[in-house]
Every structure is written in C-alpha cells, then in structure tokens.
C-alpha cells in the first residue's frame, strides 16, 4: 500500500501545480485585458459588502446649513403591531437583532413615528446604499432636465457620448429614456467571475472608460428590461457632461442641501474620480428618509418645488409594458406584472387598486427607501445583510403590508 499511497500522493501534488499554474495564467492574462487594480480588487476584495465605502475613494456631500427635521411622534407599539402581523416578523425588536438590520425608521406625512437601530449602530451612523443609489441618478436627470441642461428624455445618449457613436452608430437608437427603464438592449452578463459584467462595474478602477469603450449593443431599445449596471454609469457621464459638474456636486447643490440634510455624506468614488452610479451613496438612514419624504410631497418642501411634480410621476407610475417586456433570464420576481409589481424609472413599483401605487429604491442585503402615498407613508431600512432565508423582497412584502394597515 506504501507505494500506491505514494504515487497518489505525487500526483495529487501535480494536479494541484497545475491549478496554481493555471490560476497564476488567468491572473496575468485578465491584468493584461482589464488592469492589474481591477484583478487585485476582485480576488482580494471578493464579495461586496455594506463597509465598503471604507476600501473606496469618496467625493464628499455636505449637509444643509438649515436642516429640516422631522416631528417625533414615537408609535412605537403600533408600529410594532404593523410589523408583526407578517409571521417572518413576529417580534419587531427581536426581528431587527437577527436580520443584522443596521437601521429601521417608519416615517408618516412629516412625523418619525419609529426609529430603531441594530449592529451598534445609532442615528449618526453611516450606511450605504448599494443600488438605491441608481434611484438618486434618475432624480438628478430630472433636476437637469427641469433646469435645462438637458432637453428630455427622448435625447439619443450619443447628443452626450458621441464616443459612442464613433465605435458603433447603433448607440444612435438609444436614448435617456431607454438608460433609465433598464431597456437599451446593451449586452449585460453577471458572471463569469473576472470578466462579468456584475464585477467590471464595481470594482473597475475607470468606469467612465469601461461604459464608453466596452459597452456593446445586443439587441433593439426598448424590447424588453434587463437590470444593467452600465445604465446608471451612463447616466452619470451624462450628467456630468451636461451639467459640467461632478454628479455628486450636482447632488450636494441641487438635492442633498435642498432637502434639509442634516449629515454629510459621500458618493464612492472609482480611482478616476467618477462616482459608482451603480452603488455607493454613504449617509445616514434619516437622511435617506427625507428623500422618500420629497417624493412623498410629490417633490415639494418647505414651500420649494426641488423636483417638479411631473418628473416625480414620471418616475414612479407604471406606464404599461408588452407582456414579455419583463421576460428575461435576469430579472427580479417583484417585476412580475400579473402580481402588480413594475419598474420605471430606476424606481420599482407596486399597484394598489386606487391608483396610489407604493414605490422604492432598493439596494444590495436590503438597503430600502419605501414610499406608500397611500398610506402618507416612508419606511427605511438598511441592514448588513437580508437577514437568514430571506432576500428583498421577503421585505418589501413586509412594507407593503405595513403600508396596508391603518396606522394614526
């Protein structure tokens, strides 16, 4: 038996020289296509996660020199009854403990009716948005079509990104509007793992380069929706060009102050100094609270129209979609429209049957801004993770059903 344990033993050795080999081959090949950075990120760094604005640069946000606060009316019993009519809830606080939730606030016309933190964490603590940051990037077009850096939605994204043009004239069919239903028929692929599509546009240290130069055309504008991170990174060159501001300046200016902000926040940056569009708006869950609030007042506070009302509905209401328009290998259960649910623009969507429908922006382990007009409600919740067996819209159901009940 010695020899043969031997012999096995040299060969395991072999196979596993090969691998090393062959791992060490993948390594330089994918440094040469994309960068070494972008190799070390992604085998080092691996998965995201809600600390990551701590590994990024960041581009700063300030507060507004006259914070809007909400009144406080701690509901605190009632809220919890709200909650824990779902059964994965039962007990709210217990709830908040084991779904690593970081923060949960329930906010009802311009009263804070519960705010509860988790993880150690407390009102000044900082947490991410992950993909609700995509949602803030709609706003901003809006804000810049209101203010006419840009003429509407119908303009071809090659008017901003002619580079586009150069390399392939098809960029010609695809418009804002098309950028921000998640529908431009652009090629988007999550895996494989160096190369897919999922980590290029997060951890990729030129974003703005990667978006111009690699984007490729797969199929006609408008066919069908497929959540596509080279969307929103897009629509921040767009801004930027148009307004000749870096988005998160124009973010500071034109919404963050506007709303009363009380903390500074940070947009993450790449190593280009271009904000990640798709993920990345650092703050505080308060504050995150005043932007569902804006929404909720239809884009009015404090007696200012910050985004005009018809951009607000625009982004919001369900504008009706072939049947197979959600039909993708990709797509989220919630986009299901025989159950209500929809995405517009670059905010996802729930039918009511008066027509108020709910709304929200979400992000990566359920990071949710969640406004109910029927309910003249706004939930927040930001978490490290889902919580055990359970994904967003296990959440999102819980919202819904808070914002069904009658709560005073």
Not at 350 to 360: H, K
Request: charged share 20%.
């Amino acid at each position: 038996m010695k020899p043969i344990l031997k012999k096995a033993g040299k060969g395991l050795l072999w196979v596993e020289g090969v691998l090393v080999v062959l791992f060490l081959a993948v390594v330089i090949i994918f440094s040469i296509i994309y960068t070494p950075e972008y190799v070390f990120r992604v085998i080092r760094w691996r998965t995201s996660d809600v600390y990551d604005y701590l590994k990024f640069p960041e581009r700063s946000i300030e507060q507004a020199a006259e914070p809007f606060r909400f009144a406080e009316q701690l509901n605190e019993g009632e809220i919890e009854n709200a909650f824990e009519t779902h059964p994965l809830v039962r007990d709210l606080e217990t709830f908040i403990g084991e779904t690593s939730t970081q923060a949960l606030l329930v906010v009802q016309d311009d009263t804070l009716l519960y705010e509860r933190y988790g993880q150690g964490f407390q009102r000044d603590s900082i947490v991410t948005s992950f993909s609700a940051a995509k949602s803030f990037g709609s706003l901003l077009i809006g804000i810049a079509i209101d203010q006419g850096y840009i003429d509407g939605v119908e303009d071809p994204i090659t008017k901003y990104i002619p580079e586009l043009e150069a390399r392939d004239p098809a960029f010609n069919q695809i418009t804002i509007h098309d950028l921000l239903k998640m529908s431009s028929g652009i090629k988007y692929e999550e895996f494989p793992f160096l190369n897919g599509d999922d980590s290029l546009t997060y951890y990729y240290p030129d974003l703005r380069q990667l978006a111009i130069t690699s984007t490729e055309i797969i199929d006609q504008p408008g066919k069908y929706f497929l959540y596509n991170n080279y969307h929103p990174l897009l629509i921040g060159i767009i801004l930027e060009r148009a307004t000749g501001q870096p988005v998160a300046e124009y973010l500071e200016q034109n919404l963050w102050q506007r709303i009363g902000a009380e903390y500074d926040a940070s947009w993450s940056l790449d190593e280009a100094g271009f904000e990640k569009m798709e993920s990345g708006i650092n703050a505080r869950a308060i504050d995150f609270a005043k932007v569902g609030y804006l929404l909720l007042k239809n884009g009015m506070l404090g007696g200012e129209q910050v985004i005009s009302e018809a951009w607000i509905i625009r982004s919001i209401q369900d504008q009706g979609h072939a049947a197979d328009y959600y039909d993708t290998s990709f797509g989220p259960e919630i986009l299901n429209a025989a159950e209500g649910g929809y995405y517009q623009y670059m905010w996802y969507g729930l039918t009511r049957e008066n027509g108020a429908n709910d709304f929200f922006a979400a992000g990566k382990y359920g990071q949710v801004i969640y406004v109910s007009p029927q309910a003249n409600l706004v939930i927040v919740r930001n978490g490290e993770n889902y919580g055990p067996g359970m994904d967003l819209f296990d959440w999102i159901e819980i919202f819904y059903g808070v914002a069904s009940q009658k709560i005073e």
